[in-house]
């Protein structure tokens, strides 16, 4: 298992949010869940580059900053589906204010991806 070498900083907002949401998928994790796709299969495919492990990895993250919860039902074969806290469910306007920042943006911010990754196929 990955051990950190450095301590965060608990003292500045910012540094907080990034502690709990870096992880390259959260963020979305969190959004589609609040769409309501709570299983892991319908997750796995609303982000079909992640791997299962890191999905899962991430998953867990957010349950323990208490953002989700998980659900295992007692059936075979298992079950098991992640809602929203209360908690989380305050981060979706802020979730949903960068993602419309991004949509604002995307031409701008496109193009400054593109020079930094020129092998990217645009078409």
Known sequence: MYERKTIPNLNCGLDLIGEVLYGK???RLLWFINE?????????????DASRRVLNIQLNELEEHELITRK?????PPKVEYSLTEFGESLIPVIGALGHWGDKNQERLRTLIIKKFPSIDTE
């Open 25 to 27: 998928w959260k963020i």
């Open 72 to 76: 295992i039902y007692p059936v075979v």
């Open 36 to 48: 309501g796709h709570k299983r892991p299969s319908e997750l796995q495919r609303k982000i079909p």
